[in-house]
């Protein structure tokens, strides 16, 4: 029987926010309870005291900041944390190979791209342009900015082409 865990882990700055808050998580295991699978949302540690499980179909996902992951060094943290969920025979969502991409807009625009989803073009240095939309490459709630210069362009930060959304009455 399929059985869904959402782990959430006490180490400072780890915690999700945001998009990935707990009522967004707890919503998630209510309906996925709703769909016949049983779930529920726990601490690392307490998934590591319930000890190894023999069912193959038992799915953790991992409840955690990518950017603070990411911008933090906790990458290899994280790595060990998913390999003690896995030796007690548990499969992994939301690895924290997905979270280096989600927390890197550039490695996620190039990993988007490749897979055929739509995506602004992302603007490299000496790419033509008409305006650039910049932003920081790993940070959220932040300033952006328009660019309709090359030379004003930083390459250190997410640049892709600007698309106008707006839509007037």
């Known amino acids: 029987m399929t059985r869904f865990f959402v782990v959430e882990f006490d180490e400072p700055g780890v915690l999700a926010k945001g998009k990935g808050s707990r009522n967004i998580i707890v919503r998630l295991t209510r309906v996925m309870g709703k769909l016949g699978v049983p779930s529920e949302v726990l601490p690392f540690a307490e998934l590591m005291a319930r000890g190894a499980i023999d069912d193959p179909q038992s799915y953790v996902l991992l409840h955690y900041n990518e950017l603070f992951v990411v911008q933090n060094g906790k990458v290899d943290w994280l ?6 969920i896995e030796a007690l025979g548990h499969r992994i969502l939301h690895s924290v190979e997905h ?32 305006t650039a939309f910049s932003n ?34």
């Open 79 to 84: 790595r060990a944390r998913e390999s003690e």
């Open 99 to 130: 979270g280096r991409v989600v927390g890197n807009k550039i490695r996620q625009n190039k990993v988007l791209t490749a897979a055929g989803v739509p995506i602004p073009r992302l603007i490299e240095t000496g790419s033509s342009f008409e």
């Open 136 to 169: 920081e490459v790993s940070n959220a709630h932040v300033p952006v900015q328009l660019v309709g210069n090359a030379a004003e362009l930083d390459p250190d930060r997410y640049n892709t082409e600007y698309v106008d959304c707006r839509h007037e009455y």
